[in-house]
């Protein structure tokens, strides 16, 4: 994996587009991956993250236990896997293997990076008070990843039933927002 | 504005791409229109949005006093208004005036429609206890609105420093998501 290291204070261009990512989790040897459309930056340095798991997924288990994860960028190359990894629980299938995505150690956390996404956030939970009322979950970004050859990531935008947007072309305006 | 009602349930699909969204807010004859990207979908039906305006906006005040606001979705020809209204503060300048936007009156709530955008998605404060901390708040829709004649809006997607994404193509895969 090439990737080099991403200054924290650029995480938020990565996902304030709001693309679908892949949630990497793990704890005492159990691993998996989740799909997740409902997330949105809430601070810039360091990068702070809110994010809805469900209590359904085997993910807010492990979520809920080990306080780590890793936010995974796919592109619109991997959208099969990331609709498999959203059609299947954790609990039955080793979604690494069944998917055929990579496993890469992190830097600063147990959960792994997967290889085949352009970018790899990797987290710790600093905030869990709302996760029994809202599922809701606020991260730390505390290292980043980022394929350098990649400037603006033809990402997945998620519409509901299976429909997704693939991010199109870019525009650029004066702007005084950060 | 021939605009359609949105069922409640489908609201999901407009928010979780993750667009560009003007928050319009209205107090005591004063009105503001807010630039915001950081924001996600918190629950399908009631629908709940979680969502970060910075206490440093004029919007912060009129959304905590009113506890209500609309979501209004603008496409990619709206840009330099999105643009405009993210450059200027709304204790300065009325926003409607200066860029041209049309407020209509709201079925529901004391915020303004904005006319030019696809949707609107009117909505109640229903959780402040982050607003403080994380100048987060719990938005609850409570009346949406559509074009109908717009099927997949070509929204706007921050990448910061002026940088847009504009929605792309659209591609569909089996999913048991909903």
Redesign the interface.
Same mark, same amino acid.
Request: one cysteine or more; glycine letters at 12%; hydrophobic letters at 35%.
């Given at each position: 994996m090439k990737k080099r290291t991403l200054p924290l204070g650029?995480v938020?261009?990565l996902l304030?587009? #709001?693309?679908v990512v892949l949630l990497s989790t793990a704890h005492r040897g159990r691993a998996d991956v989740m799909?997740v459309?409902?997330?949105?930056? !809430?601070?810039f340095e360091p990068p702070?993250v #809110?994010?809805?798991v469900s209590d359904r997924n085997f993910s807010f288990e492990l979520l809920g236990r080990s306080r780590q994860c890793v936010i995974n960028i796919p592109e619109?190359a991997l959208?099969?896997q990331v609709?498999g990894c959203?059609?299947v629980s954790g609990r039955r299938v080793d979604k690494f293997a069944r998917f055929g995505l990579t496993a890469v150690p992190a830097a600063q956390v147990a959960a792994p990076l997967i290889a085949e996404c352009v970018a790899n956030l990797e987290c710790r939970v600093v905030d869990s008070r709302?996760a029994k009322r809202?599922c %809701?979950f606020?991260l730390e970004v505390v290292k980043a990843w980022i394929d350098p050859a990649v400037t603006?990531p033809?990402?997945l935008?998620? /519409?509901?039933?299976?429909? %997704? !947007?693939?991010? #199109? /072309?870019?525009? /650029?305006?004066?702007?005084? !927002?950060?």
């Open positions: 650029r938020y261009r304030e587009p #709001g693309p799909t459309s409902w997330h949105t930056m !809430m601070d702070l #809110g994010c809805v619109a959208a099969r609709v959203g059609n709302w809202y %809701f606020v603006a033809r990402t935008h998620h /519409r509901g039933r299976g429909e %997704f !947007m693939v991010a #199109g /072309r870019t525009i /650029r305006l004066p702007s005084r !927002m950060k």
